[in-house]
């Protein structure tokens, strides 16, 4: 069976941080680019971060450039994202998403994914 399960959300502060994981399993995950998308209530799903297959390269939405990493460790089925400087704006649901694709495809529209986790909470407080 199919399975994204991400960990990691809570609430944080302002200016704090906090780091996401997603353990896969199910799939050949080193196949797969590995997506990161958030739902904040009343918006639609967003694009935050993509790593490709290899973990040679990855993408960011821009207001995440500079505060945020994405990573992924094929060994352990694991995706990361590191979440710094974090504002009440991030505030959202995050999930973890995967696609088959080559090393040179970076996927940030979340309909072209095929497998999602369930989501994780982050709050960030004024």
């Known amino acids: 069976q199919v399975q994204l399960v991400e960990s990691g959300g809570g609430l944080v502060q302002a200016g704090g941080s906090l780091r996401l994981s997603c353990a896969a399993s199910g799939f050949a995950f080193s196949l797969y680019a590995m997506g990161w998308f958030r739902q904040a209530p009343g918006k639609e799903r967003e694009f935050v971060a993509v790593?490709?297959?290899?973990?040679?390269?990855?993408d960011y939405a821009d207001s995440m450039k500079g505060r945020f990493t994405i990573s992924r460790d094929n060994a352990k089925n694991t995706v990361y994202l590191q979440m710094n400087s974090l504002e009440p704006e991030d505030t959202a649901v995050y999930y973890c998403?995967?696609?088959?694709?080559?090393?040179?495809?970076?996927?940030?529209?979340?309909?072209?994914?095929?497998?999602w986790g369930q989501g994780t909470q982050v709050t960030v407080s004024s």
């Open positions: 790593i490709t297959w290899s973990g040679v390269t990855s």
């Open positions: 998403a995967a696609v088959i694709t080559s090393s040179h495809r970076r996927p940030k529209d979340w309909k072209e994914y095929t497998y």
